[in-house]
Nanobody, 117 residues
């Protein structure tokens, strides 16, 4: 099993930036990708970005392309999400998740991002 711990959330003004981190511990052998998802109050959890663990290929939701950047540090078992040009609509709890085979089966506890206008 793998455990995921997110950090880096907070309160920021519109136009500001944050960097989220997600540290994976436990058995990461066979992990295909790590992804970031977010859930705003009263809404479903949505995909934000993902990165493949071996090759570093990246994928983004259209709503964050050009503003968010996902990266990884394999030596530290950590994935990052840089959030730039933040908007109030980006306010949500951001979750990190690990995909081994067939889907994201492991989730962190989430970190709150609040963007004020």
């Amino acid at each position: 099993q793998v455990q995921l711990v997110e950090s880096g959330g907070g309160l920021v003004q519109a136009g500001g930036s944050l960097r989220l981190s997600c540290v994976a511990s436990g058995s990461t052998f066979g992990m295909y990708s790590l992804g970031w998802f977010r859930q705003a109050p009263g809404k479903e959890r949505d995909f934000v970005a993902a990165i493949t663990w071996s090759d570093g290929d990246t994928y983004y939701a259209d709503s964050v392309k050009g503003r968010f950047t996902i990266s990884r540090d394999n030596a530290k078992n950590t994935v990052y999400l840089r959030l730039n040009s933040l908007k109030p609509d980006d306010t949500a709890v951001y979750y990190c998740a690990a995909n081994f085979v067939g889907g994201y089966d492991y989730w962190g506890q989430g970190t709150q991002v609040t963007v004020s206008s």
